[in-house]
């Protein structure tokens, strides 16, 4: 029941994110003379913001941005740390030099990580995809490196040795299987994180470039108004909720599934 109440939230707001052009009836950056007009305002069903635009336009096209954002950092963050995984795996030395640049990534807070990526390579969308792989890195080599050196002391992994696989042809066909079961709960639990990352970094300003609406820039935009306009934070408020709510209970039912 969590896991179908999870996947109804997620998709529900991927596919609002998905839709946004057909159901959003103004453009995210269309300015009017209703300046944080409320809630059932016509023509603007969530109000608009203190520059006019339509609140329910800057949240759904905020959660398209967010979703393109995730979708690339996530998986990139995924396939860097399970090479280095590998690269670990092949040789002691390479185990050595693997482990440190995970702790490097690892004692960079952050928010400093964030800062820093920004003010090499200014804001946008690239930096942000940059730190949220960044973070991801460590989380899924060191989940799969720890996977691999317990499956190589299986039984059926000695067994194949003796049957004359290779190394390679062991690790690929007997021992990766069995240890990438719990990437599959990491992969929600980083998109969860992903979602807090970007959100973090436009709240801050130095996410993607406004005009463009993230669900973080949204909600920081609302700030200075929530006591005369509190339907101004309200929008992005409960998309977050429900995404990270929805990821959170995914997750927690695949990883029921992985412990069977």
């Known amino acids: 029941a969590r896991a179908r109440t999870g996947l109804v939230l997620v998709g529900a707001v991927v596919l609002a994110g998905l839709l946004a052009p057909h159901l959003a009836g103004h453009g995210p950056t269309d300015q009017s003379a209703l300046s944080l007009a409320g809630v059932g305002t016509p023509g603007h069903p969530l109000g608009t913001d203190d520059l006019g635009r339509d609140l329910l336009s800057r949240v759904l096209y905020g959660i398209r941005a967010d979703l393109g954002i995730i979708a690339v950092a996530v998986p990139v963050g995924a396939a860097l740390g399970c090479l280095f995984a590998l690269a670990a795996a092949a040789h002691p030395v390479l185990d050595t030099v693997v482990q440190r640049i995970f702790d490097l ?116 935009q609302s700030m200075p108004y929530l006591a005369q306009a509190p339907h101004f934070a309200a929008g992005p408020l409960i998309t977050v909720t429900a995404l990270v709510l929805g990821l959170s209970l995914i997750a927690e039912a695949l990883n029921r599934e992985v412990r069977r």
Not at 156 to 164: D, E
């Open 105 to 220: 990534i690892l004692a960079f807070p952050g928010l400093i990580l964030a800062l820093a990526v920004t003010a090499i390579l200014g804001p946008g969308r690239l930096p942000v995809v940059l730190v949220i792989a960044l973070a991801e890195i460590p989380a899924f080599g060191r989940l799969l490196r720890g996977g691999i050196l317990v499956q190589r002391e299986r039984e059926y992994v000695t067994a194949a040795r003796v049957g004359g696989s290779s190394g390679p042809r062991v690790l690929v066909r007997h021992i990766l299987p069995n240890a990438a079961d719990p990437l599959v709960v990491q992969i929600a639990v980083s998109l969860t994180v992903a979602v807090f990352i970007e959100g973090a970094m436009s709240f801050l300003g130095v996410g993607v470039r406004p005009p463009e609406p993230t669900l973080g820039s949204v909600l920081s």
